[in-house]
């Protein structure tokens, strides 16, 4: 049953806090799925996603043309796919805010002139961060 942002518990954000490689799936021009694996930031006082990328790349092409994405992290047993429209932010602020994002979970980003981010505004939520097993 999906979810939404107001849905999510602490073992939720716990699991989005962790430091873990997600994928990013966008849609091509033919309508199949472009499914890359990226770092993301996940900024729950939003409900938005943020993957930092370079302009021109085909995740970029594909929100430009079609908003939509899904990023989706998995750990064993453990998965969230947090997807809604999307779009390809271009001005100074909101790249950096991306890029703080990816250096709080990650690493420092490396300097790249042609730096852009994608932005999820998550709607719908899959998955489960918390194992429970039945008593």
Not at 62 to 84: F, I, K, Y
Not at 86 to 102: I, L, S
Request: with cysteine.
């Amino acid at each position: 049953m999906a979810r939404t942002t107001a849905d999510l518990d602490t073992a939720d954000f716990d699991f989005l806090a962790e430091r873990h490689v997600g994928t990013l799936t966008t849609l091509r021009s033919d309508g199949s799925p472009h499914v890359v694996a990226i770092a993301f930031g996940y900024e729950p006082d939003e409900g938005r996603v943020r993957v930092i990328c370079g302009e021109g790349g085909q995740k970029v092409v594909n929100v430009d043309r079609t908003p939509w994405a899904v990023v989706t992290q998995v750990d064993g047993p453990r998965w969230l796919s947090l997807e809604g429209p999307a779009r390809v932010v271009r001005d100074d602020e909101r790249v950096a805010r991306a890029v703080a994002a990816f250096e709080a979970r990650y690493r420092p980003a490396s300097e790249r002139p042609d730096r852009v981010a994608i932005e999820i505004d998550v709607e719908r939520i899959l998955g489960r961060s918390a194992i429970t097993r039945p008593s």
